[in-house]
């Protein structure tokens, strides 16, 4: 999560401010602090994370946290045979190639998260031309979702959009 949170595009956006705030209760509750929140379907045990949530989540008040990271992260220290950690496999997060860094890249995308400006040519759509009910193949290529091609670094890097310490 904190590489993530160093790359950030929109570091006052209301997910950004989740996504930090579980960082840091994490971070001084000694759990580790991977990201979860990947946009693809997840299981989660209710009653798990209601103890997770009343023990943590003190005040409706209180800040927002990124659920799925405060969750995932907890959970899998309190009962780790019921957890197995993978790289996310969902296509389509980040929305677009360049919109932030994702620390690892999806291996055998398994899920699409849609979004309809994908498919369109004026919005620069990576699945541009492809069904979107189909063609799982050809979206699962590389070229189209990996997120920042080489030559786009240094680009990024000094447009202040990537932190350094996340470029590959």
Sequence with gaps: MATWLAGSPTPDAAFDRGMRNAWKLLAEAAYPSRAYASHMPQIVN???ANEIFDRF??????????????????AQQLYPRHFATKPYGALGWPMRPGDWLPEIEPMEPA????????????ERGMFVGLNPLGDLEAKAQPHRWRPWPAQAAPRLRAAGRIHPACLP
């Design 46 to 48: 209710k009653s798990l």
């Design 57 to 74: 989540v003190i005040s409706p008040d209180g800040p927002a946290y990124d659920e799925w990271s405060l969750y995932f992260n907890i």
């Design 111 to 122: 899920f699409e998260n849609y979004y309809p400006q994908n498919y369109e040519s004026a």
